[in-house]
Every structure is written in C-alpha cells, then in structure tokens.
C-alpha cells in the first residue's frame, strides 16, 4: 500500500522531492540519542521487573491465567515505540508512523528469540519459549499469513484484517484458554 495505492500518504508534504532526507546528525547528538536510547531501555526493563509481582497477584485476584501477565509486559515494552508511532501517525507522518511501529515490534521479536536461544546454548539449557501447542499453532499461521502478505509486494486492507483477526484471536485464547 505504501509503494502503489496510497503512495501519495508517504511523499514529503509541501511538494517536496522524494529524495529529501533531514540532514544527518551530528556525532555529538548521535552520541547523547544513543545514551538516552540505552537510558530509556534500561528504564523499560526495570518498570517491568518492579510491575511484574504486583501485576501477578492482580491477576490471580481477578482469576485469569498466567499468561495475561506476559502479553501485558510486552506491551508495555513495546508501549514508547507504539506511542512515538500513534504522534506520528496523528502528525500525518505515515511513513515515520509504519517504521516506528513495524521496526519495534521486529526488533523485539527478532531480538529476543536469538538472544533466548543463544543464552540457552551458552549455559546448556533447553530451549523454552513458554508457548501452549494453540499458541504454536497461531504463530505458525501468523508466520504463513506474513510471508502471504507481504510476499507479493502488494498488501491490502483485508490482509491487514486477517493480521488483526489472528492477533484478537491470540489475545482472546489468552484470556479464555
């Protein structure tokens, strides 16, 4: 949709060229983004490890499953990103916005699974991704509907649908196994 239909959505406002890039930034601003990128980070994971017990009897309380907990941390990892991208997105900064939000969620997923794998490996453990064999079975046709999706080079809105209808269906199991 980016590159054919709604082309127009991702060009530079004010007529300006395709190719217009912002200037790069200086050393000293890529230093001080990457610190507060590396402060933010470590402030992401601390708010999620001093949550977690409090999150845990909360949902014992109200009787869900264990799970919930998890898909709530994730969340709230991903939560800086999805909101820089909602800005974005509201600032008519589509292109910005799909970065943001794709580059976050593939960051998370692409990073912690091999970094998972390779502390199991590291310390001779097995390898537990902490997923039921319906949860394995969702991934599976999420992977499917992904490489479906975006291996035509075109993408549609009832495509995107199809994404959400898995995702509702995983955040439905999750609460009612």
């Known amino acids: 949709m980016q590159t054919v239909r709604h082309r127009d959505y ?48 909360g949902i014992d309380k109200i009787g869900a499953p264990r799970t919930v907990v998890g898909i709530v941390i994730a969340g709230l990892v991903l939560l800086p990103e999805g909101l820089a991208a909602f800005r974005a997105a509201r600032a008519n900064r589509l292109q910005t916005s799909m970065n943001l939000a794709l580059g976050s969620v593939l960051a ?26 319906k949860e394995e079975l969702l991934l599976a046709v999420t992977l499917l509907v992904s490489v479906l999706t975006l291996g035509t080079g ?3 809105v009832l495509q995107g649908i199809v994404h959400l209808v898995i995702f509702s269906a995983f955040i439905f199991l999750s609460i009612v196994p």
């Open 154 to 156: 075109r993408t549609t």
């Open 10 to 57: 991702f060009l530079p406002v004010n007529g300006g060229e395709e190719g217009t890039h912002a200037a790069p930034p200086s050393n000293k601003i890529a230093l001080l983004s990457g610190g507060f990128l590396l402060v933010s980070l470590v402030t992401v994971v601390a708010l999620a490890k001093v949550l977690t017990p409090m999150m845990e009897m």
């Open 108 to 133: 998370s997923i692409g990073l912690t699974i091999p970094a998972v794998a390779g502390v199991s490996l590291l310390l001779d453990r097995p390898l537990t991704l902490g997923i039921s064999p």
